[in-house]
């Protein structure tokens, strides 16, 4: 039976890595990017999230978020982006806090 979960664990696997959609390289980013350091791309690649950096780089790093909420004000726009369990909180299009 372990031989068994071990074989459906190995053929879930390959499965994933021929068919998942393929990540940016750092090389990619910053191509169409230049005005992000390569550390920033560098990053993203990694999909490090970090205060401080734009709606884009955030989408770029996690992906498309399963669900936006968002809040318009005089103060400005508030998102909560939704990553199944996790958060990113956006303040004008500026990651301002997270919640995993």
């Not at 940016?24 to 191509?31: G, L, M, N, S, Y």
């Not at 998102?79 to 997270?98: C, P």
């Amino acid at each position: 039976m372990d031989d068994i979960k071990i074989l459906v664990v190995l053929v879930a696997l390959l499965f994933l890595v021929v068919f998942a959609p393929g990540r940016p390289t750092v090389d990619e980013i910053h191509t169409a990017h230049p005005e992000w350091s390569i550390k920033n791309c560098q990053r993203i690649a990694d999909q490090i999230i970090w205060l401080g950096m734009t709606a884009e780089q955030a989408r770029l790093s996690w992906g498309r978020p399963t669900r936006i909420n968002r809040t318009v004000g005089p103060w400005g726009v508030h998102e909560q982006w939704v990553y199944g369990t996790d958060y990113l909180y956006f303040e004008d299009g500026i990651l301002t806090s997270w919640q995993t």
